[in-house]
């Protein structure tokens, strides 16, 4: 039988510390706290599923010092493949909360359509919650109606032009589902690509009628 044994070290930096508690790693850095819930982990195989509500069966998790480094030791406990699939997604998942309360992350959306674009305001927040002010986004889409979304306070917008929208956040997962809804109020049409796209992202375009 193959030897599929997975082991995975993942640098701290010195600015952030990591504990595991119960059911979720929570990561406490600069730029805030960011929280993997084991529950909430969406993954292809049903066994796994049933393994995230504590931290997942078939893995050890421990913390040491390399070096003066401080590192998350990833290893699997049980010789399989799936498990070692796993165990690479469930690093990648770690490293990105980690990242983000060190520097965040952007994501880019680009509106192409002839009059399309966005504009930023803010919104007075009337709670009392100790939040700064959000921000509401006014899309004009080619409806006859604007579109209005404000944002979650954990997440900024910035706008370098009318037709570009970039959104920042500690969570990319999280930034990931807001951009996904943004989206949503346009998809890219597959005749002219008229639409809300990722920057970057390539349309496949379809062909049209010709006369």
Not at 161 to 186: E, H, R, S, W
Request: hydrophobic letters at 35%.
């Amino acid at each position: 039988m193959s030897n599929y044994k997975f082991v995975k070290s993942i640098k701290i930096p010195s600015n952030v510390h990591i504990f595991l508690d119960k059911e979720k790693l929570v990561c406490v850095g600069p730029l805030g706290v960011n929280i993997l819930r084991f529950s909430s982990c969406s993954f292809p195989e049903n066994e796994f599923d049933r393994k995230l509500k504590n931290f997942p069966e078939g893995f050890q998790l421990k913390f040491e010092k390399n070096n003066t480094q401080n590192e998350v030791i990833l290893q699997n406990t049980e010789n399989s493949k799936q498990i070692q699939t796993y165990g690479n997604m469930l690093a990648a998942l770690i490293t990105k909360k980690i990242i983000g309360v060190v520097q965040g992350f952007f994501i880019s959306l680009e509106i192409r359509g002839i009059g399309y674009r966005v504009v930023l305001k803010d919104v007075e927040n009337f709670s009392n919650e100790k939040i700064r002010t959000k921000q509401k986004l006014v899309l004009k889409l080619g409806y006859s109606h604007d579109i209005e979304m404000v944002l979650p306070t954990n997440v900024r917008a910035f706008c370098p032009k009318p037709t570009m929208l970039a959104i920042y956040g500690v969570d990319f997962q999280f930034l990931n589902q807001i951009c996904a809804k943004i989206k949503n109020f346009k998809k890219p049409e597959v005749y002219k690509g008229k639409g809300i796209r990722f920057k970057d992202e390539e349309i496949q375009l379809r062909v049209g009628k010709r006369k």
